[in-house]
């Protein structure tokens, strides 16, 4: 059996590593209510990256070269992200005229591209219609807007990547370097992070 090729050659592959991550943090604390940078932080995190086989739902299969899921930091972190480049969501097994259809909805969430060990990507569709928002950046709230010395909330809030965030960089068999950025849908963050990482 020959060995595969290109992309498929990635599927299966994870990557660890360390990811320095900045993020700008938003307001509109002024006396005219107009949005102000109010915050930067910057900070190193561990991160991890898991490429496989693009993923099926339905009838339909993920059109790019190998599903992606990177994760800088744990979940619950201030600063954590997450991007998945798609997700299988369950839905009725019925249509809304009451015929039957797959369960397995698949949700795509960015536009990859990979050739020669080049990779660059786009988020294409945040899927918040749907409510399934994987793409996120994690951030504490204020306990009281407009008031930071009163305190934060514990446990930090999932806020979601907005559309046109990017990712670029090289993964090999043997490597990887990604920088990505973006901002969240609401407006709040402006973040960017490059990634290193070896094979596992």
């Given amino acids: 059996m020959s060995e595969p090729t290109g992309a ?4 299966g ?20 209510g107009s949005r102000r940078l109010a915050d930067t932080k910057s900070y190193s995190m561990n991160a991890t990256l898991n490429l496989s086989r693009p993923r099926t739902g339905g ?15 744990q979940p619950a972190q ?6 998945w480049s798609s997700a299988v969501s369950t839905v009725s097994n019925q249509d809304l005229a ?16 990979w050739k020669d060990g080049e990779l660059s990507g786009r988020l294409t569709d945040p899927h918040t219609e749907q409510a399934v928002t994987l793409n996120l950046l994690n951030w504490p709230s204020l306990l009281v807007p407009c008031r930071p010395d009163l305190g934060e909330l514990p446990g ?21 370097t990604l920088i990505a950025q ?10 960017r992070f490059d990634f290193s990482g070896t094979s596992t």
């Fill in 8 to 11: 498929a050659a990635l599927w």
């Fill in 13 to 32: 592959k994870e990557y660890g590593g360390t990811a320095r991550v900045t993020v700008d943090v938003y307001d509109y604390c002024t006396t005219d």
């Fill in 59 to 73: 009838s339909e299969t993920e059109t790019n070269p190998f599903s992606l899921l990177l994760a800088v930091g």
């Fill in 78 to 83: 201030a600063g954590a992200v997450s991007f």
């Fill in 98 to 113: 009451g015929n039957p259809r797959d369960p397995n909805l698949l949700l795509t969430y960015w536009q990859l591209e």
């Fill in 156 to 176: 930090g809030y999932a806020h979601a990547v907005a559309e046109g965030t990017t990712l670029s960089g090289q993964v090999d068999g043997g490597s990887v």
């Fill in 182 to 191: 973006g901002r969240t849908g609401d407006g709040q963050f402006e973040f």
